[in-house]
């Protein structure tokens, strides 16, 4: 599942489904209404955006505010491996449809900034900096693949650094729409984990 979000009347509970990347609605269980039954969950098709392959939409977050649930996606490039591909969108759905336009769109091939700092050197000062920079990439489907995109912080711990970007979350405050993008990397890495290839690494 991706975000999860509740109506402002707290009668609904709206989730994304990560796998078939679909929207559900589930009704919220209370004294008036304690059972429910799956008949009662309803699913919706998300919206593919103009220019954007239907393998390539990734949806996620979730935002409600006045009554309108919003839904955030990207779209990954995986099928171009083109950074110029890279997108973010948010759509309204009115708890029956999607709006044919997105209400927010915007590129994500833009200057990010270090995803790895070493000690004494932070900024990416050193002459490796390349190999930390934080922009977003394309998506890639497969361990190996990730690894051969890989950039390296350290070649001798084997520090894989490939942002993938996500719009995992969407929240409103004083007006603003406000957007969360999280690293998709984050989610196939960790600190210490061993290679889920099993091959002893």
């Given at each position: 599942?991706?975000?999860?979000?509740?109506?402002?009347?707290?009668?609904?509970?709206?989730?994304?489904?990560?796998?078939?990347?679909?929207?559900?609605?589930?009704?919220?269980?209370?004294?008036?209404?304690?059972?429910?039954?799956?008949?009662?969950?309803?699913?919706?098709?998300?919206?593919?955006?103009?220019?954007?392959?239907?393998?390539?939409?990734?949806?996620?977050?979730?935002?409600?505010?006045?009554?309108?649930?919003?839904?955030?996606?990207?779209?990954?490039?995986?099928?171009?491996?083109?950074?110029?591909?890279?997108?973010?969108?948010?759509?309204?759905?009115?708890?029956?449809?999607?709006?044919?336009?997105?209400?927010?769109?915007?590129?994500?091939?833009?200057?990010?900034?270090?995803?790895?700092?070493?000690?004494?050197?932070?900024?990416?000062?050193?002459?490796?900096?390349?190999?930390?920079?934080?922009?977003?990439?394309?998506w890639?489907?497969?361990?190996?693949?990730?690894?051969?995109?890989?950039?390296?912080?350290?070649?001798?711990?084997?520090?894989?650094?490939?942002?993938?970007?996500?719009?995992?979350?969407?929240?409103?405050?004083?007006?603003?729409?406000?957007?969360?993008?999280?690293?998709?990397n984050?989610?196939m890495?960790?600190?210490?984990?061993g290679?889920?290839?099993?091959?002893?690494?």
């Amino acid at each position: 599942l991706g975000d999860i979000e509740i109506t402002e009347d707290e009668k609904n509970l709206y989730t994304v489904n990560l796998n078939d990347k679909m929207l559900y609605r589930v009704p919220v269980v209370n004294a008036a209404t304690p059972t429910f039954t799956a008949t009662d969950i309803d699913r919706f098709s998300m919206p593919t955006p103009s220019g954007c392959a239907t393998a390539d939409v990734r949806p996620f977050g979730l935002g409600v505010q006045d009554g309108t649930l919003y839904a955030g996606m990207v779209c990954t490039a995986q099928s171009t491996q083109l950074a110029g591909d890279l997108h973010a969108y948010v759509y309204s759905f009115n708890g029956t449809s999607f709006g044919q336009q997105p209400v927010l769109d915007f590129p994500l091939n833009y200057t990010r900034g270090c995803a790895d700092q070493v000690p004494n050197n932070p900024g990416c000062s050193d002459p490796n900096s390349a190999n930390k920079k934080a922009d977003w990439n394309p998506w890639v489907s497969t361990f190996e693949g990730l690894l051969v995109k890989s950039r390296t912080a350290n070649l001798n711990t084997r520090v894989p650094i490939y942002p993938q970007p996500q719009l995992s979350d969407i929240e409103f405050a004083s007006g603003y729409m406000i957007v969360g993008l999280r690293d998709r990397n984050g989610d196939m890495f960790g600190n210490g984990t061993g290679d889920p290839r099993d091959n002893g690494n």
